[in-house]
């Protein structure tokens, strides 16, 4: 239910809420968010090589992302704990910029989204790349967490329009 303000997180006196979804259908939801890392060349030699000294860092950073999906609602506050039945995290190599793309795809079927879950499971894996690659360069700079899309509920689907894209 939105209030006054359009907002569903807020009551009628402003206050915050967990949102009431026991009345919503059980359909079937799917997320997918993205973002990016952008780091030095023997930083993005280092993870593309395999030679980085604390070991597989995508590897480290896809079990992350996926153990955060799983943990969202312990750590944003209104979020709901959702019973994910995949959640996948892959990498692709930007070698033009530098960089490494992360993308989670979370499914669920349930009584409310998944966004939050990939966003969340997107920004833990982009930190883990930063974590196990810090002793190299602490100037790596994280960007572009964004939602790509998502399909079930009410909302229907929602597919971020490509103008919006900073890439």
Known sequence: MAYENGLTHFDQSG????VDVSGKQETSRTAIASGRIHVNKAVYEAIEQ???KK?????????????AAKSTSSVIP???PLPIAKCSVNFTMLPEESAVEAR???????QTGVEMEALHSVSVALLTIYDMCKALDKS???QYIHL???TGGKSGT???PEETNKK
């Not at 070991?55 to 153990?67: S, W």
């Not at 989670?104 to 349930?110: E, L, M, Q, R, W």
Request: glycine share 12%; with cysteine.
């Open 158 to 160: 929602y597919i971020r």
């Open 55 to 67: 070991g597989d860092v995508l590897g480290t950073a896809r079990i992350a992302g996926i153990m």
């Open 15 to 18: 206050q915050a809420i967990m």
């Open 148 to 150: 790509e899309k998502k």
């Open 78 to 80: 209104l979020c709901h």
């Open 50 to 52: 395999g030679t980085a």
């Open 140 to 142: 790596m700079e994280i």
């Open 104 to 110: 989670a795809t979370v499914k669920v079927t349930g």
